[in-house]
């Protein structure tokens, strides 16, 4: 079946503008993921929706960024103001449920985000 | 806070040889363990995921070892091959509530040869 998508795929972007990055998960998946990998560094966790608690938004690294899920389905990031050290690779993950063993998380492809 | 640390951070490996990336976190109180490889301008591919409860997990030429106690996993790759090269992620998901955010190591990324 058809895996994590993310779009666009690349985006290039001024600095000062609102970007928003898009993320389909896999059909079915209640739980979905926002992390981010500047170059040369780890993924750092940003956000994650599980159903419809809560999502935790411990990560989000300022309030310029936010991120919405209708349902179960679409997620949007949203980084306003950008700044250039907001260029990065922005991955999505779902995975079947949060907790308990299901809940190993599929990867979409990414989008690289640069900010000039 | 976990920490996790993979070495090496670069291998290159001529083509057939057996190696071991290893991986290690500093809270050993984890949910489970995932490794992950991934390549040029692609996302991450899951390869195997390690519950906190067991010892290891094998996929074909791939076999993890956990041994949570200590802080350590290892990814074992047999017979390597060049469609190997990829950085590969380990990450660790913490027990303590709901949490599911995965923290990852910064990877280690395989070059093998010919």
């Known amino acids: 079946g058809a895996g994590v998508s993310q779009s666009p795929s690349n985006k290039v972007t001024e600095k000062g503008k609102d970007v928003e990055l898009r993320c389909d998960p896999i059909?079915?998946?209640?739980?979905l993921y926002w992390y981010r990998q500047r170059l040369g560094q780890g993924l750092e966790f940003l956000i994650y929706f599980q159903g419809n608690s809560a999502p935790d938004k411990s990560g989000l690294p300022s309030d310029r960024f936010s991120a919405e899920r209708t349902g179960e389905s679409v997620s949007t990031l949203t980084i306003q103001r950008t700044q250039q050290e907001d260029s990065a690779v922005y991955l999505c993950?779902?995975?079947?449920?949060?907790?308990?063993?299901?809940?190993?998380?599929?990867f979409g492809p990414g989008t690289r985000l640069t900010v000039l | 806070k976990q920490e996790v640390t993979q070495i090496p951070a670069a291998l290159s490996v001529p083509e057939g040889e057996n190696l071991v990336l290893n991986c290690s976190f500093t809270?050993?109180?984890?949910?489970?363990l995932q490794w992950f490889r991934q390549d040029p301008g692609k996302g991450l591919t899951s390869l195997l995921l390690?519950?906190?409860?067991?010892r290891e997990q094998t996929s074909g030429r791939l076999n993890a070892s956990l041994d949570k106690s200590s802080g350590r996993s290892t990814l074992y790759i047999a017979a390597s091959q060049p469609g190997d090269s990829a950085t590969y992620l380990c990450?660790?998901?913490?027990?303590?509530?709901?949490?599911?955010?995965?923290?990852f190591g910064t990877g280690t990324r395989l070059q093998v040869t010919l």
């Open positions: 993950a779902s995975s079947l449920a949060a907790s308990g063993g299901y809940n190993e998380q599929f």
């Open positions: 059909s079915g998946h209640t739980a």
């Open positions: 990450a660790v998901r913490p027990h303590t509530g709901t949490a599911s955010k995965l923290t």
């Open positions: 809270d050993s109180a984890i949910y489970n």
């Open positions: 390690i519950q906190s409860s067991q």
